[in-house]
């Protein structure tokens, strides 16, 4: 029994087919899984059957009988939920709030009650949230869940996860791929974007992949292999970047001395957090996430404040600078929360020179042809799908990334701070992002790169520092560093020394 | 067969530009209820609001009179509205304008023309400019909310003017309270001799002009709407976001002020307590109408102050209340502003 069928779905902005003649079925009880380049048309997909997008043409059978989906509400009320790439909950609400919100049976909401059902759907799913937490509060993960829970409070069958685990540390992916597992024990029929190939061959029934608009076919997982999946996706099988030898360290170019700061909610997050950054090194931090990366990016950036401490830049002092400040001492900033530091509504070629504009200015005035040249040269350096007017509010996830990326890397900065710089982006993007902080580096920029992603950690770092609980554990130079003795380290355990070296009691 | 269906997306551009049109007949439709209530006909009314003024000369001409104060403080509203300051404190800037240039034209007693006039001028930037200050200045400190503080800012002034006029500024020689009456070096010179039309206008056409290009084309103007879209992104990017509203802020007060200096220099002659009756609180409607984009904004006062002037036909015309006319662009802007909902759909023609 098809719990979700679309049948030749045809999806049009502007002279864009961002969906041609598109075919899927879901099954009842299955994990499927949708594969696909940044721009390939996935979100779009998913938007139509969520009610968001209307499809220009095609059809759509939910549990074999045709449907009309206007609006979410009409998808809501098919059963069918959606966790969208960027949320939705209102910040300043608390979590059984934003459960009621929208709905509209009655006209008062008797909020004990509702906490109580968050509480008992949180438990039956074994999705941990607190009713009474308000999102404000709630780390990335943390809102993740509760928009999951939020689709099953209101009875989906079907849920639609849009890159879940690009917000997700790989210990947060383990808990909701458990708690997938039992959705689809229950018979719910689970939609899995995303760009990790060994997730979806880890978690997932079938395939579906997507290339420009069209459907390239859908496969077994027991009938392939990551190779093939590789080969629909783009057309080639090998990818991997890794960092190619040791270099000379230049002097320290970044250096961050004692800093504490405290989170959203005003407390500690940073405990005198000391790192050194030399020119021509890329330093990875890794960390599970909510132990402080957020806040140590945001003191670089510019847009946090420190309470004690001291951020240097050469012989710039930058504690406590305004974003323009840190611009112009030459830093660039790949922030975590990309789609909030950049400006939806003006077009791509806007948003990349924001930062710069006096390089594009004449007396005061716009040098307009300029700044579309900057567009289109940097569209096609970093094989951006868009054209220099669009809006970047329009753009697909991974394109809307990519468009911080070129901006920040191609002012060749002296220092990077590079917080998950490859999330979102598909595998061919990722390479090429992570070919392009190897150049930084080798052009003699200090780079500090904040990833969860412990494998990208260790591929790009020349020396790898862990972060719990706002502390620095200790630094390993990368030749020493494994998996394993990372994981200590984030785990906590405390004894590792700072040159380098693991105590041998561990 | 085609068939036509409603889907959610944003409108293309020209159907944005076409929501004020369709707000114009809807605002008809709704308000003729009120002239039918009075007793009047609808139809004979709407000729004389839209249709005599524009058709002897001289009424069309009062148009442009009355369009002069509405395309400068329209101006003024837009260019804050579109760094997100929302400044509703035109009136009081105007005010604030006002009582400076009457200030400058009564203390400069034989200056030629070349002088006097952009003494006032300039006297009504500074003068709007200084009221729209304490606002601007909580606003980037505090994150004090500039609606309460530009609002009530408005108040005092009209306190403040009415002090002046029955105090050290009143006329000895007049029955109302009124200030004597400016120098004539300081007088805004008549575009057409024996009408109402004077220099302002070709200021306020100048101005309308000048916003624009700084909106649209200096990097000024790009940060000041990056700020207005997305402040996060736009202090992200390192643009220098208090400083940035600071300046709209205090330009937005000035471009009020100075519609204050052109109604006491080339209307009144000498600050009187109704010097505005309302121009700055219609120029919040015109900014909107205009979409805040000072070439709309440029149409829009013209046609509010075809509406201002109908009101006054119709008035003598029909007997009905002048405030027809005010409630007639109340109405437009209540509409306008709902139709704004149609930004997001577009019909699409489906085979
Ligand atoms: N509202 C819109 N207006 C115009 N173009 C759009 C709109 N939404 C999506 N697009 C375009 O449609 C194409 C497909 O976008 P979509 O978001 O479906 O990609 P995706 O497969 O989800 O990519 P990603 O992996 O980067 O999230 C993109 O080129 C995007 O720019
Ligand atoms: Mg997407």
Redesign the pocket.
């Known amino acids: 029994m098809h719990a979700v069928q679309m049948k030749g779905i045809v999806?049009r902005?502007?002279d864009?087919t961002?969906?041609d003649n598109i075919d899927f079925d879901l099954e009842q009880g299955e994990i499927h899984a949708?594969l696909?380049?940044?721009?390939?048309?996935?979100?779009?997909?998913?938007?139509i059957l969520y009610g968001l997008?209307h499809a220009d043409e095609g059809e759509m059978l939910i549990n074999g009988t045709p449907a009309v989906i206007h609006s979410p509400k009409d998808a809501i009320r098919l059963g069918i939920g959606m966790v969208t790439?960027h949320f939705t909950l209102v910040p300043t609400l608390s979590v059984a709030e934003n459960m009621v919100l929208g709905e509209t049976g009655s006209i008062t909401v008797n909020l004990p009650d509702v906490e109580k059902k968050v509480a008992a759907a949180s438990e039956r799913f074994g999705i941990p949230v607190k009713p009474q937490a308000l999102i404000k509060h709630l780390s990335v993960g943390e809102r993740q869940r509760v928009e999951i829970l939020k689709a099953l409070y209101h009875d989906a069958r079907v849920l639609i996860l849009?890159?879940p685990t690009a917000v997700l540390v790989p210990q947060e992916v383990e808990v909701l791929f458990d708690a997938l597992v039992r959705l689809q024990n229950e018979g719910l029929s689970v939609i899995f974007?995303s760009?990790h190939l060994n997730e979806v061959m880890e978690i997932c029934d079938r395939i579906t992949v997507?290339r420009d608009?069209h459907s390239v076919g859908t496969v077994r997982k027991v009938d392939t292999n990551l190779k093939q999946l590789a080969n629909m996706m783009v057309g080639r099988e090998n990818f991997g970047v890794t960092r190619q030898g040791q270099r000379e360290k230049g002097r320290v170019e970044l250096c961050i001395q004692g800093v504490h700061a405290t989170d959203k909610k005003g407390l500690p997050s940073l405990k005198g957090v000391s790192l050194d950054v030399h020119q021509g090194e890329i330093l990875g931090l890794a960390g599970v996430s909510g132990n402080g990366q957020a806040e140590l990016s945001a003191v670089l950036c510019g847009t946090k404040k420190t309470t004690s401490g001291k951020v240097m830049v050469g012989d710039l002092n930058l504690t406590n600078a305004e974003p323009s400040a840190v611009c112009a001492a030459g830093v660039g900033r790949i922030p975590e929360d990309r789609y909030a530091n950049m400006v939806g509504e003006l077009s791509v070629a806007e948003n990349l020179v924001l930062d710069q504009l006096d390089q594009f200015v004449n007396r005061g005035i716009l040098d307009q042809e300029k700044i579309q040249e900057n567009a289109k040269k940097l569209i096609n350096e970093f094989q951006i799908?868009?054209s220099p007017g669009?809006?970047v509010?329009?753009?697909?996830?991974?394109?809307?990334?990519k468009v911080m990326l070129a901006r920040t890397l191609s002012q060749k900065p002296r220092v990077v701070i590079a917080s998950q710089p490859t999330r979102?982006?598909?595998v061919g993007a990722t390479d090429y992002v992570r070919t392009t902080l190897l150049e930084q580096r080798d052009n003699g920029a200090a780079v500090l790169l904040l990833s969860e992603d412990l494998e990208e950690i260790m591929a790009l770092s020349d020396r790898i520092a862990v972060i719990y609980a706002g502390r620095i554990m200790g630094i390993l130079p990368a030749q020493e560093a494994t998996a394993e003795k990372l994981g200590l380290m984030m785990a906590g355990a405390p004894t590792l020394d700072r040159k380098g070296g693991v105590d041998a009691e561990i | 067969m085609l068939k036509y269906k409603i889907e959610r997306?944003?409108a293309p551009v020209w159907m944005r530009t076409l929501i004020p049109l369709i707000a114009i007949p809807v605002t008809f439709l709704i308000t003729s209820i009120i002239i039918l209530l009075d007793g009047a006909n609808p139809i004979t009314a709407y000729y004389h609001f839209i249709i005599s003024p524009l058709a002897g000369k001289a009424s069309a001409i009062e148009v442009l009179v009355k369009s002069t104060p509405l395309l400068l403080t329209g101006a003024a509203v837009a260019f804050a509205f579109n760094s997100g300051y929302w400044n509703i404190g035109a009136e009081g800037q105007l005010y604030a304008g006002a009582i400076a240039a009457a200030w400058i034209g009564m203390t400069l007693k034989d200056v030629p023309p070349i002088i006097g006039i952009p003494a006032m001028v300039l006297g009504g930037f500074a003068g709007g400019m200084l009221w729209a200050f304490p606002s601007a200045i909580l606003k980037v400190k505090l994150n004090v909310d500039e609606v309460v503080t530009t609002l009530l800012m408005n108040s005092i002034v009209l306190n403040v003017t009415s002090f002046l006029l029955n105090g050290p500024w009143r006329d000895p020689v007049s029955m109302w309270p009124q200030s004597p009456e400016i120098a004539a070096g300081t007088v805004f010179f008549k575009l057409i001799p024996r009408t109402r039309l004077h220099f302002g206008i070709i200021l306020a056409v100048l101005i309308i002009i000048i916003t624009w290009f700084v909106i649209k084309r200096t990097s000024f103007g790009l940060k000041m709407r990056a700020i207005g879209l997305s402040r996060e992104g736009a202090h992200f990017a390192g643009i220098k976001v208090n400083k940035t509203v600071l300046t709209v802020a205090l330009v937005s007060g000035g471009i009020a002020g100075i519609a204050g200096a052109g109604e006491v220099a080339g209307i009144h002659f000498h600050l009187i307590d109704a010097i505005s009756d309302g121009l700055g609180y219609s120029g919040i409607i015109i900014a909107t109408l205009g979409g805040l984009h000072p070439f709309g904004v440029g149409l829009a006062a013209l046609f509010i102050g075809l509406i201002d002037t109908g009101a006054q036909t119709v008035a003598r015309q029909m007997g009905v209340p002048v405030y027809l006319g005010d409630v007639v662009q109340s109405t437009l802007l209540l509409v306008t502003l709902s139709l704004f909902v149609l930004q997001n759909y577009r019909i699409r023609r489906v085979k």
């Open positions: 999806k902005f502007a864009l961002a969906n949708l696909g380049e940044n721009g390939a048309g996935k979100t779009t997909l998913m938007r997008y790439q849009d890159e974007i760009h997507l608009g799908k868009a669009d809006r509010r329009t753009l697909s996830g991974g394109n809307m990334q979102g982006l598909d | 997306a944003p």
